[in-house]
């Protein structure tokens, strides 16, 4: 599979909106280069604006253009969309669901070099907690280009999580639309159901493969939007599979696996495992030699599928 870098088709994505919709202005809080909104800002200066490093600011901003009828994408490093903006994201845009867009770009630890302070491991906890926020975190580059297409469509706040490094090109049809809310079937299965997000997609993609030569039959789900999550699409799964297991670049506390245990524990309770960032800040290093080193593996969602198969799940 091809790796392509979802941050460049979002900022291929957010230029292409500008040219069809004169209300999408676009903000960064001075890495645009990073963030690739550079691109928008290259084709419509006049409707881009860096606000330097001010990222509550750019939000605030951002709540007053959207109640003059503009369609504001902000961004920055999603670990300062959450720790710098979260006053103004919670106290503006989300009490008054204002039409903003939240893109959290080197979201989990892809931002991995610059360590503890830069990764993003709990950004998807808070998002969901917020009423009124739409919470959306794609696969890959094709995937991140149809959910920027579909939250400037949305009406409301929504939160976009974006990665800086390449991930494997997953989707068959780039030109598939996106519906938030709905999750895809990647995989069929009757044994197990993985359901995953983000990076994480690909590695439950690969943990499947390893499951089928152990006789194993595992569903893949691409949990893309987390809120709101596809209840009926889970629901579905939990009855037709024996467990479920979760997958998420992301702390276990609160992100895509908690969301699926809250569903399951009110509606149809289910053995589970959960695979994810245990209770812990991350270090500095390669990325993909943290992946391993924090267990953000094909061998320990396979792992994990074992487990429940056996009446084992668990979060650790």
């Given at each position: ?8 088709a ?9 040219r069809r ?28 604006f860096?606000v ?23 961004n920055?490093?999603a ?21 903003v ?54 009406d409301?706040?929504?939160?976009l ?11 068959a ?13 990647l ?51 939990a009855?037709q599979?024996?467990?479920i ?5 992301h ?7 908690g ?11 289910t ?10 800040f ?6 993909e030699?943290?992946?391993e ?21 668990g979060?650790?």
């Amino acid at each position: 599979m091809a790796a392509i870098a979802m941050r460049q088709a979002y900022g291929e994505a957010l230029a292409e909106l500008g040219r069809r919709d004169p209300r999408i202005v676009v903000l960064d809080a001075d890495t645009s280069s990073s963030t690739r909104s550079a691109v928008f800002a290259g084709a419509f200066p006049d409707r881009f604006f860096n606000v330097g490093i001010a990222e509550a600011n750019m939000a605030a901003m951002a709540a007053g253009l959207a109640a003059t009828g503009k369609i504001p994408f902000i961004n920055t490093f999603a670990c300062f969309m959450v720790l710098r903006c979260g006053d103004p994201i919670r106290s503006l845009i989300a009490y008054s669901s204002l039409n903003v867009k939240i893109a959290g770009n080197y979201a989990g630890i892809s931002d991995s070099y610059d360590g503890a302070s830069h990764h993003a491991i709990l950004d998807v906890a808070f998002m969901r907690a917020l009423p009124n926020m739409t919470v959306l975190c794609p696969c890959d580059a094709a995937e991140a280009a149809r959910a920027t297409e579909a939250a400037a469509a949305h009406d409301g706040p929504v939160y976009l999580r974006l990665l800086r490094n390449p991930v494997p090109d997953l989707t068959a049809d780039p030109r598939e639309p996106f519906h938030i809310g709905r999750g895809r079937i990647l995989r069929e299965g009757h044994d197990v159901t993985l359901v995953a997000a983000g990076s994480m997609v690909a590695r439950a993609l690969a943990a499947a493969e390893s499951l089928a030569a152990r006789g194993v039959s595992a569903r893949v789900v691409n949990m893309a939007t987390i809120k709101p999550l596809d209840a009926e699409l889970i629901l579905r799964c939990a009855e037709q599979t024996r467990g479920i297991v979760t997958a998420e670049e992301h702390s276990v506390l609160g992100g895509l696996g908690g969301a699926v245990a809250e569903l399951l524990g009110e509606n149809r309770p289910t053995p589970m495992a959960f695979v994810g960032l245990q209770d812990t800040f991350v270090e500095s290093g390669d990325q993909e030699k943290l992946m391993e080193a924090y267990g953000l593996t094909a061998d320990r969602i396979a792992g994990k599928a074992m487990a429940v198969l056996e009446g084992k799940g668990g979060r650790g």
